[in-house]
């Protein structure tokens, strides 16, 4: 079966023309699509290849020196993926044990999955999660380590203070620095907007902790009275994709209905949430009247309508060459992935992929081989992997 579509290029009015070619492959679909871009002298041509299915709400991937894969649900599950006897990858039945308890109603679960920088010697993970009742939470990150089927000395570093109400906006992404810290996404709680502004509260906030659950000593606000000495920058309302660059962080957070961010971070600044914002609330209120002001830094790009962006890669890999160089940013509410090149540090003419599967994707990651890895956001999500088109 072959067809070609064309449509609008999302916000900056471009077309792309798609032509896909689907074929069962040992009783499985397998699409493979060319995108050709006018106007950038290139086209990207790529395959799907489903890696597992049958996943409940997957948010979070992780790829092990051995070629298995661990996989997050959300509703309080790790999962492996590990090759079978004919070396294909396949979901094993059970859960990995040892994950410790979560909170898993609405938006609340189990978030992400990070390796410790010395993983292969020391098997380390981390997980982030709900903790706590409807009516006291908090996001807390634990440490485990992964002796290859279950997880054992789990030990919680970071539970975010004070408690929330509500089953919104915890973030819950993390990345790691060169230094060897962590950096970990809270959202604002949806509760007081203003709480993202008080350095006394984790709400709102990027967070920096050592990997025993310290506070680094060069934290922007260590020793400052009234602050929380783990708060690394502020004026987030919902941080969900993290990903460094050469020393350099990125991150992306919803917004209310539009005013979607991508950020590069530095320590101490202040993003502006709720007091700068693209966006409008849900009643179409105004939330503030500035779209700027003295002291806060500005996103570097801003998605209005919003995208729902949930999830954010850095590819550099072999397989996709005219893709190096550009960060993948997951989007649920626009069913794509959107591909962002930077162009000396700063973002270039963005391109629109993947919205042929008509999926809400909650995350994407470059892998070890190459390839890009996509998770489906549904109670039958999926783990996709990109490969270039025979």
């Known amino acids: 079966m072959m067809h070609s579509m064309q449509g609008q290029r999302g916000g900056w009015g471009r077309r ?6 689907a074929r069962v492959l040992g009783g ?4 493979a699509v060319l995108a ?7 086209a990207a041509s790529y395959r799907f290849d489903t ?12 790829f092990l020196p051995d070629g298995r894969l661990l996989v997050t649900e959300r509703p309080g599950r790790l999962r492996l993926i590990a090759p079978g006897p004919d070396g294909r990858l396949v979901l094993s039945p059970q859960p ?7 909170l898993a109603q609405g938006q609340a679960g189990l978030f992400d999955l990070v390796l410790d920088p010395g993983f292969a010697s020391n098997g380390r993970l981390y997980l982030s999660y709900a903790h706590g009742s409807l009516q006291a939470n908090h996001l807390r990150v634990a440490r485990a380590r992964f002796d290859g089927a279950q997880l054992r000395d789990v030990m919680p570093l970071l539970s975010t203070q004070p408690a929330k109400a509500g089953t919104q906006h915890f973030g819950g992404r993390m990345a790691f620095l060169p230094d060897g810290s962590l950096v970990v996404g809270m959202g604002d709680g949806n509760q007081e907007r203003t709480d993202a502004q008080r350095l006394g509260t984790h709400l709102g906030k990027l967070l920096r902790i050592t990997t025993e659950g310290g506070v680094p ?17 502020l004026g987030h309302r919902n941080p969900q994709g993290l990903v460094q660059v050469g020393g350099q962080l990125w991150a992306h957070e919803h917004g209310a209905r539009g005013g979607d961010e991508l950020n590069r971070i530095e320590p101490g600044a202040n993003y502006g949430w709720p007091l700068t914002t693209g966006g409008v609330d849900y009643t179409w209120a105004r939330i503030t009247p500035y779209r700027t002001l003295p002291g806060i830094t500005p996103p570097v790009l801003e998605w209005t309508p919003s995208i729902a962006p949930a999830g954010l890669t850095y590819y550099d890999g072999a397989l996709f060459p005219a893709w190096r160089g550009s960060l993948f940013v997951a989007a649920l509410k626009e069913r794509s992935v959107r591909r962002v090149p ?7 003419a963005q391109e629109m992929l993947f919205q042929e599967l008509g999926e809400r994707i909650r995350h994407v990651r470059a892998g070890p081989d190459g390839a890009l890895y996509l998770l489906t956001d549904s ?6 992997r990109v490969l270039p088109a025979p």
């Open 379 to 384: 109670a039958n999500g999926r783990v996709l």
């Open 51 to 62: 890696v597992a299915s049958g996943l409940d709400h997957p948010w979070a991937l992780a």
């Open 16 to 21: 792309v023309r798609l032509i896909v070619v």
């Open 28 to 31: 499985l679909w397998a699409l």
């Open 217 to 233: 000593a060069d934290n922007p606000y260590v020793g400052q009275a009234g602050a929380r000495a783990e708060v690394y920058s």
């Open 36 to 42: 050709a871009i006018p106007g950038t002298g290139h």
């Open 96 to 102: 990995v044990p040892g994950v410790p308890p979560v």
């Open 342 to 348: 930077l162009q000396g540090g700063l973002p270039g």
